[in-house]
């Protein structure tokens, strides 16, 4: 399975845009990219998955590069409540989807 | 709507007492089914995982064990407990092999004394 190295922490302010990178080098053709926002006491939430260029929802977008050995996590207008742990994971699609969390990503957004 | 419930939501346990924790999915059929554990301030580290009834894989050889005897059940248990035990363990449900997105639980925070 794929590892990713993500930074241990970030710092923001309400309204900015935050990007968060993850590097998976040796990520495989069948793997997919997938981000998890976690609180504190409470179980990750999904947020967003992708395989390549570029996804987007209503709360995130991820950006893919052609060579898929790194992924950003853009978080656009963030606030207090954005303030959370961020994973990022490369699923192996073959292997009944396990999920391997890192240490992740603590975002703090600051008034 | 899928809903997944987990019991108890805390414990406190003495070294050596056994374990019982479960965890059941609702509004779906023939999930695969997940435990995690997570100490403080860490990520969360996939314990065991299940693709259908009677069908369990370990990824962490540890004291733990699980068990599916239902479609919509997983349980997890232990014989006695180690103090590393402690932690916040989540069980976590994924529609299939064609989705990535799971949905995780609340949690039972584990406190071994």
């Known amino acids: 399975l794929a590892k990713t190295t993500q930074p241990i922490s970030m710092d923001s302010y309400e309204g900015q845009e935050v990007n968060i990178t993850c590097s998976h080098n040796?990520?495989?053709?069948?793997?997919?990219i997938t981000w998890y926002q976690q609180f504190p006491s409470q179980g990750p939430r999904f947020i967003i998955q992708?395989?390549?260029t570029k996804v987007t929802n209503e709360v995130a977008s991820l950006f893919i590069p052609a060579d898929r050995k790194s992924s950003t996590l853009s978080l656009p207008r963030v606030s207090l409540s954005d303030t959370a742990v961020y994973y990022c994971?490369?699923?192996?699609?073959?292997?009944?989807?396990?999920?391997?969390f890192g240490a992740g990503t603590r975002l703090a957004v600051h008034p | 709507s899928q809903t997944i419930h987990q019991w108890p939501a805390t414990l406190v346990q003495p070294v050596g007492s056994p374990l019982s924790l479960e965890c059941t999915v609702e509004?779906?059929?023939?999930?695969?089914l997940y435990w995690y554990r997570q100490a403080a301030g860490r990520g969360l580290q996939l314990l065991f995982y299940s693709v259908g009834i009677g069908q369990i894989s370990s990824e962490v050889p540890q004291n733990l064990s699980a068990s599916r005897p239902q479609d919509r059940q997983f349980i997890l248990s232990s014989k006695k407990l180690l103090l590393s035990d402690s932690g916040f363990y989540l069980c976590?449900?994924?529609?299939?092999?064609?989705?990535?997105?799971?949905?995780f639980g609340p949690g039972t925070r584990l406190t071994v004394t």
């Open positions: 976590a449900w994924m529609a299939g092999e064609l989705s990535y997105e799971q949905y």
């Open positions: 040796n990520i495989a053709t069948n793997d997919y």
């Open positions: 509004g779906t059929s023939n999930p695969n």
């Open positions: 992708g395989y390549k």
């Open positions: 994971l490369v699923v192996f699609s073959g292997g009944y989807n396990k999920l391997i």
